[in-house]
């Protein structure tokens, strides 16, 4: 299938919020800590494993996942009633989980939200730090696993947002049944 990505500022802040988190290495920086009740996930495993097959559907996404490694290890998958069409075109943004392993990731990502000037919100999602971010029916969620960082860009037909909190719900219960 070819894709036609719509080139959302979103997107883009994603991605160099991964980067930035990617540079940022070790230092966590004040409240880097995770809280109590969320113990640090091991981000070692293929990013495409965080998201089972037989749950993709009901998740909203065809599958399998391509997994990518620029900027970080990621996986990417269509997203059901978005794609297709009779020559195989897709105008959406694929839905990509992306994982930064390293810690203080999450709070270099929040810091690179808050300065691209995105409308963000902080919330907690599995009791873990959360931020989300929507903009032109594309949303970014950004969680802390306490070890780095999993965050979804996804763009579904519908309550994109609602969408990408159950993929990076899915992906936090996965990395932490390893």
């Given at each position: 299938?070819?894709?036609?990505?719509?080139?959302?500022?979103?997107?883009?802040?994603?991605?160099?919020?991964?980067?930035?988190?990617?540079?940022?290495?070790?230092?966590?920086?004040?409240?880097?800590?995770?809280?109590?009740?969320?113990?640090?996930?091991?981000?070692?495993?293929?990013?495409?494993?965080?998201?089972?097959?037989?749950?993709?559907?009901?998740?909203?996404?065809?599958?399998?996942?391509?997994?990518?490694?620029?900027?970080?290890?990621?996986?990417?998958?269509?997203?059901?009633?978005?794609?297709?069409?009779?020559?195989?075109?897709?105008?959406?943004?694929?839905?990509?989980?992306?994982?930064?392993?390293?810690?203080?990731?999450?709070?270099?990502?929040?810091?690179?939200?808050?300065?691209?000037?995105?409308?963000?919100?902080?919330?907690?999602?599995?009791?873990?730090?959360?931020?989300?971010s929507q903009t032109e029916g594309v949303c970014l969620v950004v969680v802390d696993a306490g070890s780095g960082m999993l965050s979804v860009v996804g763009s579904?037909?519908?309550?994109?947002?609602?969408?990408?909190?159950?993929?990076?719900?899915?992906?936090?219960?996965?990395?932490?049944?390893?």
């Amino acid at each position: 299938m070819i894709h036609f990505v719509h080139r959302s500022p979103l997107v883009g802040l994603a991605l160099a919020a991964v980067s930035l988190s990617l540079l940022a290495g070790c230092s966590g920086g004040p409240g880097a800590a995770t809280p109590a009740a969320a113990p640090a996930l091991d981000l070692s495993a293929p990013p495409c494993s965080y998201v089972p097959e037989g749950e993709l559907a009901g998740l909203g996404l065809t599958g399998p996942g391509t997994a990518t490694g620029e900027p970080a290890p990621s996986c990417r998958w269509d997203t059901v009633g978005t794609g297709g069409g009779t020559a195989g075109f897709s105008f959406s943004v694929p839905t990509t989980l992306l994982v930064a392993a390293q810690p203080g990731a999450f709070d270099a990502g929040l810091t690179q939200m808050r300065t691209q000037g995105s409308a963000v919100t902080e919330e907690t999602l599995d009791g873990r730090r959360a931020a989300v971010s929507q903009t032109e029916g594309v949303c970014l969620v950004v969680v802390d696993a306490g070890s780095g960082m999993l965050s979804v860009v996804g763009s579904a037909p519908s309550d994109p947002c609602g969408a990408a909190r159950k993929i990076v719900s899915t992906a936090l219960r996965t990395a932490g049944a390893a």
